[in-house]
Antibody, heavy 121, light 111 residues
Framework: QVQLQESGPGLVKPSETLSLTCTVS??????????WNWIRQPPGKGLEWIGY???????NYNPSLKSRVTMSVDTSRNQFSLKLSSVTAADTAVYYC?????????????WGQGTLVTVSS | QSVLTQPPSVSGAPGQRVTISCTGS?????????VHWYQQLPGTAPKLLIY???NRPSGVPDRFSGSKSGTSASLAITGLQAEDEADYYC???????????FGGGTKLTVL
């Protein structure tokens, strides 16, 4: 059973860059069957898809965040990462990494436990 | 504001049947895109409940079922149990945004 685990700072200052990594175990990010996603959930609110990366490095970002998002994949470490620049308090959320099936539309069959990132000075 | 509209809350007594609706525009569900459903128990990550409108992953009880018609989809839960109390989200794709989208979520209360 594949498992995903988010890691990264829990506190980021306004205007700085949020950086998170998702480590995949029990499976490979190099599998051609999946997209590797980031999804976030502000406290007490709903889910927002941030984007995904494929093992080749191709990406698809949510247009609402596209100008601030960069995703990368490290197949040697079986990890993928998220960078979100110029953060504000509105970016405070639980950030999840999730595996998405290469269907149309994709859906998320495995999720990490999530990590809370707070944007505050 | 989500592009997929769900009722904020629904409730039912143990043993009853409840449904949760998910309504989208013509650029989402109306294009023929499938709808998927997730269950989020308090303090936990979402879990895939239904994929491809009406398919249950292994391990999901058959008390949960999904359907889709036109620009709307529905999740039905029969034989309601206390452990079903959770938030439920629908998800699809918006062709006009080229983005995966979620509904705003529905909180199910078991009375």
């Amino acid at each position: 059973q594949v498992q995903l685990q988010e890691s990264g700072p829990g506190l980021v200052k306004p205007s700085e860059t949020l950086s998170l990594t998702c480590t995949v175990s029990g499976g490979s990010v190099s599998s051609g069957s999946y997209y590797w996603n980031w999804i976030r959930q502000p406290p007490g609110k709903g889910l927002e898809w941030i984007g995904y990366i494929y093992y080749t490095g191709s990406t698809n970002y949510n247009p609402s965040l596209k100008s601030r998002v960069t995703m990368s994949v490290d197949t040697s470490r079986n990890q993928f990462s998220l960078k979100l620049s110029s953060v504000t308090a509105a970016d405070t959320a639980v950030y999840y990494c999730a595996r998405g099936l290469r269907t149309t539309p994709s859906f998320f069959d495995q999720w990490g436990q999530g990590t809370l990132v707070t944007v505050s000075s | 504001q989500s592009v997929l509209t769900q009722p904020p809350s629904v409730s039912g007594a143990p043993g009853q049947r409840v449904t949760i609706s998910c309504t989208g525009s013509s650029s989402i569900i109306g294009t023929g895109y499938d709808v998927h459903w997730y269950q989020q128990l308090p303090g936990t990550a979402p879990k895939l409940l239904i994929y491809g409108n009406n398919n249950r992953p292994s391990g999901v009880p058959d008390r949960f079922s999904g359907s889709k018609s036109g620009t709307s989809a529905s999740l039905a839960i029969t034989g309601l149990q206390a452990e079903d109390e959770a938030d439920y989200y629908c998800q699809s794709s918006d062709s006009s945004l080229s983005a995966l989208v979620f509904g705003g979520g529905t909180k199910l209360t078991v009375l």
